[in-house]
């Protein structure tokens, strides 16, 4: 028995890999081995015999099988700390130069207009992107009949066959945020309000979806002139010229009176978009001093305040600035023009340090 204890230590010891730890331990106390046959023997014994050799041999074979588990458990932790070493990363190696995302061109448009709009005083406000008609038209003085609403192309919400609540809509403009705004906070107030609106619309300078930013200020000699360079400033800073030239149109709108369109100076030759040059001319904007219907509505009072009000194409402006020819391509999601047209993430636009570098 001693002997058989050496025999298998010893193999156990240096065995190197679990397929021979496997064999051995079926050379020893597998049905047929070496142990086990030893143990068949007991039945030829005499009694006496057989109560020393029979303990014997159980404390034999405990001894093996622990002596193989240990074995196995460190031929395992030998594999993984093998595998540790051969598969080591430095996580503290810097990170490859190549640019992987960027700032989409509207979120930098967006970023850019807030940056000019805070040097000049105005907060910014959001409304939710699914309205009821009469935050996106009655309270802006579009009653039902008006044809405004028709103009709009406006996507309604679902309604359940017998459900004669009133209608929910896609926003068609951010101008249901002035609403929201001059009731929750009254006047004065000097706010702008990017977001997404939505039309039934599609071509080279329409989506169904698009963005807006509304601009709102209130007070108690707010006028035209304000509202007119207001606009001029913002246009100049945010194409980053001294001079851009704007042009005031008369219109109309039922949510302000009086009522001008305002459409920058512009050039499309070969396909390139240029701003002030040219005899194009694209409408940016709509505008005016606030009806007092609106004021009304939103519960405050026209006796004692005024202002002006402006709709912004953003898509537009973005295109105009970054010469991008067609609108649809902002929303195609093709990763070679988000490379091309994309924005540093780590640039954040403010107007010490230049908008747009
Ligand atoms: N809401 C108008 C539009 O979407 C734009 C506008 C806003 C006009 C505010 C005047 C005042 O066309």
Avoid at 141 to 147: F, M, Q, S, T, V
Avoid at 192 to 202: K, M
């Amino acid at each position: 028995m001693d002997d058989l204890r050496e025999k298998y230590l010893t193999l156990i010891k240096d065995a190197g890999d679990e397929s021979g730890l496997e064999e051995l331990r079926v050379q020893a106390v597998g049905k047929k081995g070496e142990i086990s046959l030893k143990m068949r023997e007991l039945g030829k014994m005499t009694p006496e015999e057989r109560q020393v050799a029979g303990p014997a041999l159980n404390a034999l074979k405990d001894e093996i099988n622990a002596a193989l588990a240990a074995k196995k458990a460190a031929l395992a932790d030998a594999a993984l700390e093998e595998r540790l070493a051969s598969e080591w990363l430095d996580v503290t190696l810097p990170v490859r130069p190549q640019r992987r995302g960027s700032i989409h061109p509207i979120s930098q448009t967006m970023e850019e207009i807030s940056a000019i709009f805070a040097d000049m005083g105005f907060s910014v406000a959001e409304g939710g992107q699914i309205e009821n008609d009469w935050y996106n038209f009655d309270a802006l003085n579009i009653p039902g009949h008006h044809p405004a609403r028709a103009e709009m192309d406006t996507f309604y919400m679902h309604r359940d066959a017998g459900d004669n609540r009133p209608p929910h809509v896609l926003r068609t403009h951010t101008s249901p945020v002035q609403i929201r705004h001059m009731e929750a906070h009254g006047a004065p107030c000097r706010i702008i309000c990017p977001g997404r609106v939505y039309r039934a619309d599609y071509d080279q300078t329409h989506t169904p979806m698009f963005h807006q930013f509304e601009g709102l200020c209130i007070d108690k000699d707010i006028s035209m002139a304000n509202l007119k360079w207001t606009l001029e400033e913002f246009v100049k800073a945010f194409f980053e010229v001294d001079h851009v030239e704007l042009r005031f149109r008369a219109s109309h709108f039922p949510f302000t009176e009086p009522s001008a369109e305002v459409d920058i100076q512009c050039s499309w030759e070969g396909g390139v978009l240029k701003v002030g040059e040219g005899d194009d001319w694209l409408e940016i904007l709509g505008s005016g001093m606030v009806h007092p219907k609106v004021l009304q509505n939103s519960g405050i009072d026209p006796n004692e305040w005024q202002g002006f009000a402006f709709g912004v194409g953003i898509d537009r402006i973005a295109m105009l600035k970054y010469g991008i020819p067609d609108l649809r391509a902002f929303f195609d999601a093709d990763l070679r023009w988000l490379r091309h047209y994309g924005f540093n993430s780590l640039d954040v636009p403010a107007l010490h340090s230049g908008l747009s570098r």
